[in-house]
């Protein structure tokens, strides 16, 4: 059964307490008055912004018009981060984690010896898009200039290349040597440097795409707002905001500020929400010809970590399954009398029907099919079962569920691998509505009232709409 939203936010809150421990109390926390306030005054910015921007990735990403090029990648889920090293020279106040091992170059699940090995990793997987963080990546201008070179060597214009950096390491010789690289866009956080556009604008002209990109601090706001025009002045041609996120880590920086926190999948600043709407309705008010992305916390959470999924899932999924909108795997089947079944499929086989688009597995009574088969069976008298799956890339394998191993040109092999997440038997009225709204619908059905599809539904599609203020 599907938890009530009460059931959700106790689940979160427990969460969130677990995460902090003996510092959790310390944490100012919005209070239901202080939430219905705060939901209040984003709806008030929401409706002031309505009809001026575009809205994307479920109401999750503002403003879609004018994205840098690396941002409408990322928003299509085809966009690999290599942290090129653990390393950084800025110590800011919202950095996540330690930055003070080199270590070698990886995704978040996946590390990489040579360049040819990750070039393999993005043939594989398809992306369009990879970018160079850190740490700071200027900081091993070697590794990063080696790992660029050979992938712009092997996909050419087809993949688009970023790099993050502070900046402090930027000069004329170095940002030459990036755009011989091949390098497509560079984004700078002038947060490690005081808000100076300074080493900037040294890039405009030279890299195609010049981005300031850093989180919207909230006492930061009056600065920025002088510091967007600063920006367009001086060709920067765009402005993306993160929403600030506490992590154990930074818990003792934080400490210091008068933020109040956001309970979710994650510890967010509810200021830092609103400061960056402030600031694209600003933006909007003044003219300015800057276009600002606000890449909210949830966006990330949910829409690349589904991306994350679609990838595994293109390995892993056997004929008959599907991936859906929220990126895993589903396997649909008939559960019933082995007699039933049997009939199900001796009427499949008389069809002529690809018989791997379904699978008969009598020791487990149970048919597996495709969607597009629904209309040549025979459901009655049987059930309707719908089971999740969740899929990964991994450096090694864990024995615990199915994998493929894949090998790079090293010799070396990563892994693909499935686990099941979520199993519903659905039968009579469920089964039907779910075969009728969630096969055909295309976009997320709304208003279900069933208990067992209330229960699937965030294993079909991503929630939709900013982080929920309770």
Same mark, same amino acid.
């Given at each position: 059964?599907?938890?009530?939203?009460?059931?959700?936010?106790?689940?979160?809150?427990?969460?969130?307490?677990?995460? %902090?421990?003996?510092? %959790?109390?310390?944490?100012?926390?919005?209070?239901?008055? *202080?939430?219905? *306030?705060?939901?209040? &005054?984003?709806?008030?910015?929401?409706?002031?912004?309505?009809?001026?921007?575009?809205?994307?990735?479920?109401?999750?990403?503002?403003?879609?018009?004018?994205?840098?090029?690396?941002?409408?990648?990322?928003? $299509?889920?085809?966009?690999?981060?290599?942290?090129?090293?653990?390393?950084?020279?800025?110590?800011?106040?919202?950095?996540?984690?330690?930055?003070? !091992?080199?270590?070698?170059?990886?995704?978040?699940?996946?590390?990489?010896?040579?360049?040819?090995?990750?070039?393999?990793?993005?043939?594989?997987?398809?992306? &369009?898009?990879?970018?160079?963080?850190?740490? !700071?990546?200027?900081?091993?201008?070697?590794?990063?200039?080696?790992?660029? #070179?050979?992938?712009?060597?092997?996909?050419?214009? #087809?993949?688009?290349?970023?790099? =993050?950096?502070?900046?402090?390491? /930027?000069?004329?010789?170095?940002?030459?040597?990036?755009r011989d690289a091949g390098l497509d866009e560079i984004r700078f956080d002038i947060g490690a440097v005081d808000y100076s556009l300074e080493k900037a604008a040294q890039a405009v002209g030279l890299i195609p795409t010049v981005t300031v990109e850093i989180p919207a601090v909230p006492e930061k706001?009056?600065?920025?707002?002088?510091?967007?025009?600063?920006?367009?002045?001086?060709?920067?041609?765009?402005?993306?905001?993160?929403?600030?996120?506490?992590?154990? =880590?930074?818990?003792?920086?934080? *400490?210091?500020?008068? %933020?109040? =926190?956001?309970?979710? !999948?994650?510890?967010?600043?509810?200021?830092?929400?609103?400061?960056?709407?402030?600031?694209?309705?600003?933006?909007l008010d003044a003219g300015i010809d800057l276009p600002v992305n606000y890449c909210s916390f949830v966006f990330k959470h949910r829409y690349q970590k589904a991306a994350a999924r679609r990838r595994g899932a293109s390995l892993m999924g056997k004929s008959y399954e599907?991936?859906?909108?929220?990126? =895993?795997?589903?396997?649909?089947?008939?559960?019933?009398? $082995?007699?039933?079944?049997?009939? @199900?499929?001796?009427?499949?086989?008389?069809?002529?029907?690809?018989?791997?688009?379904?699978?008969?597995?009598?020791?487990?009574?149970?048919?597996?099919? *495709?969607?597009?088969?629904?209309?040549?069976?025979?459901?009655?008298?049987?059930?309707?079962?719908?089971? %999740?799956?969740?899929? $990964?890339?991994?450096?090694? /394998?864990?024995?615990?569920?199915?994998?493929?191993?894949?090998?790079?040109?090293?010799?070396?092999?990563?892994?693909?691998?499935?686990?099941?997440?979520?199993?519903? @038997?659905?039968?009579?009225?469920?089964?039907?509505?779910?075969?009728?709204?969630?096969?055909?619908?295309?976009?997320?059905?709304?208003?279900?009232?069933?208990?067992?599809?209330?229960?699937?539904?965030?294993?079909?599609?991503?929630? !939709?709409?900013?982080?929920?203020?309770?």
């Amino acid at each position: 059964m599907a938890a009530e939203p009460d059931e959700q936010h106790s689940r979160l809150i427990e969460a969130n307490r677990r995460e %902090y421990g003996e510092f %959790y109390p310390a944490l100012t926390f919005l209070s239901p008055h *202080a939430a219905e *306030a705060a939901t209040d &005054r984003r709806a008030a910015l929401l409706a002031e912004l309505a009809g001026r921007i575009e809205l994307g990735c479920g109401g999750t990403k503002l403003d879609m018009r004018r994205l840098s090029p690396g941002c409408r990648i990322c928003a $299509a889920g085809e966009w690999s981060c290599l942290f090129i090293n653990g390393r950084c020279n800025a110590r800011c106040f919202y950095c996540p984690s330690r930055q003070d !091992e080199t270590g070698l170059p990886g995704t978040n699940t996946v590390t990489f010896r040579s360049p040819a090995d990750y070039v393999a990793y993005l043939e594989q997987f398809g992306f &369009r898009g990879m970018s160079l963080s850190g740490g !700071e990546p200027l900081l091993t201008p070697g590794r990063s200039l080696g790992f660029l #070179k050979a992938a712009k060597k092997h996909f050419g214009d #087809k993949l688009h290349t970023w790099l =993050y950096t502070n900046g402090t390491l /930027v000069d004329r010789d170095l940002l030459l040597r990036l755009r011989d690289a091949g390098l497509d866009e560079i984004r700078f956080d002038i947060g490690a440097v005081d808000y100076s556009l300074e080493k900037a604008a040294q890039a405009v002209g030279l890299i195609p795409t010049v981005t300031v990109e850093i989180p919207a601090v909230p006492e930061k706001r009056e600065l920025l707002r002088t510091k967007m025009a600063e920006m367009a002045d001086r060709g920067i041609r765009h402005l993306n905001l993160h929403q600030l996120r506490l992590t154990p =880590y930074s818990q003792p920086r934080f *400490a210091k500020r008068p %933020y109040n =926190y956001l309970h979710g !999948e994650k510890v967010t600043v509810l200021e830092s929400e609103l400061t960056a709407l402030e600031l694209i309705c600003y933006g909007l008010d003044a003219g300015i010809d800057l276009p600002v992305n606000y890449c909210s916390f949830v966006f990330k959470h949910r829409y690349q970590k589904a991306a994350a999924r679609r990838r595994g899932a293109s390995l892993m999924g056997k004929s008959y399954e599907s991936v859906t909108a929220a990126g =895993y795997l589903r396997s649909m089947a008939l559960g019933g009398e $082995a007699e039933q079944l049997d009939s @199900v499929a001796e009427h499949l086989r008389s069809l002529g029907r690809d018989n791997t688009r379904w699978a008969f597995l009598p020791a487990k009574r149970t048919l597996h099919f *495709a969607p597009e088969l629904v209309s040549h069976i025979d459901f009655t008298g049987c059930a309707l079962i719908i089971s %999740y799956a969740d899929t $990964a890339i991994l450096e090694k /394998v864990s024995y615990r569920n199915p994998f493929k191993e894949l090998k790079l040109p090293s010799g070396r092999k990563i892994v693909a691998e499935r686990s099941p997440v979520a199993e519903f @038997v659905l039968e009579g009225v469920e089964a039907r509505a779910f075969l009728r709204d969630y096969l055909n619908a295309g976009v997320s059905p709304e208003g279900q009232s069933h208990t067992g599809l209330k229960s699937l539904h965030a294993y079909e599609y991503l929630a !939709e709409g900013l982080q929920e203020y309770f």
